[in-house]
């Protein structure tokens, strides 16, 4: 069974940085895209990062600069380096695999930025 688990998630005051991992198990993903969303309360769950097989990088606009996704084939995790937080970075992050069709996601991890 697929499974994903996030790690890292915590509070930091603005301006400052965290780092989330997620780690996958089940398989081998080395094929398949990997991603990062957020939910924050009240809103829909949206696009954060992506980043192919190949190591193909996709940003939302409003992370371009202070955000860095990477992934590590051989250990099947893939990592969200968060700098310059703002406090509308609060969300719930979720790691996402496309499963050759089929989304899996993680449980997601809390992220709070205060001001």
């Known amino acids: 069974q697929v499974q994903l688990v996030e790690s890292g998630g915590g509070s930091v005051q603005a301006g400052g940085s965290l780092r989330l991992s997620c780690a996958a198990s089940?398989?081998?993903?080395?094929?398949?895209?990997m991603a990062w969303y957020r939910q924050a309360p009240g809103k829909q769950r949206e696009l954060v990062a992506r980043?192919?097989?190949?190591?193909?990088?996709n940003y939302a606009d409003f992370v371009k600069g202070r955000f860095t996704i990477s992934r590590d084939n051989a250990l099947n995790t893939v990592s969200l380096q968060m700098n310059s937080l703002k406090p509308e970075d609060t969300a719930v992050y979720y790691c996402?695999?496309?499963?050759?069709?089929?989304?899996?996601w993680g449980q997601g991890t809390q992220v709070t930025v205060s001001s």
């Open positions: 980043i192919s097989s190949s190591g193909t990088t």
């Open positions: 089940g398989g081998s993903f080395r094929r398949n895209l």
């Open positions: 996402n695999l496309d499963y050759y069709g089929r989304d899996v």
